[in-house]
C-alpha cells in the first residue's frame, strides 16, 4: 500500500520522482468486494493467500526475521479498494520521473498490474524493472540489493538532471 500512496501522493506533493515496488493496481475481481463493508461486520478477518507462509520468499533467513500477520481485517480489503480506484484516476496525472518495481514471482500482487500502471501514467519519464529471486516483499528478500541499486541509481540520476 506504500506505493499505492506514493504514487497518489505525486501528484499532491512537490517531489522530485517516485519509485513504487510491488505496487497493485486493482484488487482480483470477487462478487464479495461489492458487500465488503457488510460482510466486515460478520467475517472481521480472512487469509491473507492460498499459499503457506514464507512460501513466496526466496530468502528464507529474511523470511524468519519479517514481521508479517497471517490475515488481513475484512474492513481493510474495501477500504484498500476504495483507495486503489484513487490511484488508478490519479496516475494519468503522474508527471515526475517514475521508477517501477516488481518481482516476476510475486503471489501476492501479481506482475500484471505493473504493466496496468505502467500504461496509465502520465509521467513522460517512466521506467520499468521486474526483477526475480523475490516474492512479494523485494526489499527484504534475495534480490534486494539488485532492488537497492536500481532504486539509488535512478534517484541519483533525477537529481542530477535536477541541477
Given at each position: ?77 474495501g477500504q484498500l479498494n476504495r483507495l486503489l480506484a484513487e490511484m488508478r484516476a490519479a ?53 534486494r540489493n539488485q532492488v537497492f541499486d536500481a532504486a539509488y541509481q535512478f534517484i ?8
Open positions: 500500500m506504500g506505493a499505492v500512496l506514493s504514487l497518489l501522493m505525486s501528484t499532491r506533493l512537490d517531489v522530485k520522482s517516485v519509485v513504487a515496488m510491488s505496487t497493485p493496481y486493482e484488487l482480483a475481481k470477487d462478487w464479495r468486494l461489492n458487500y465488503i463493508d457488510l460482510l466486515s461486520k460478520f467475517i472481521p478477518y480472512l487469509p491473507k493467500g492460498k499459499y503457506l507462509p514464507g512460501e513466496g520468499w526466496f530468502d528464507q533467513k529474511a523470511w524468519q526475521d519479517h514481521i508479517s500477520h497471517p490475515k488481513n481485517p475484512v474492513r481493510s480489503i496516475l494519468p496525472k503522474v508527471s515526475v520521473p517514475t521508477l517501477l518495481i516488481h518481482s516476476k514471482n510475486d503471489n501476492y500482487v501479481l506482475p500484471e498490474n505493473l504493466e496496468k500502471i505502467y500504461v496509465a501514467l502520465g509521467a513522460s519519464d517512466k521506467t520499468k524493472l521486474y526483477i526475480t529471486e523475490s516474492g512479494h516483499v523485494v526489499t527484504r528478500d534475495a534480490a541519483r540520476r533525477v537529481e542530477s538532471e535536477s541541477k
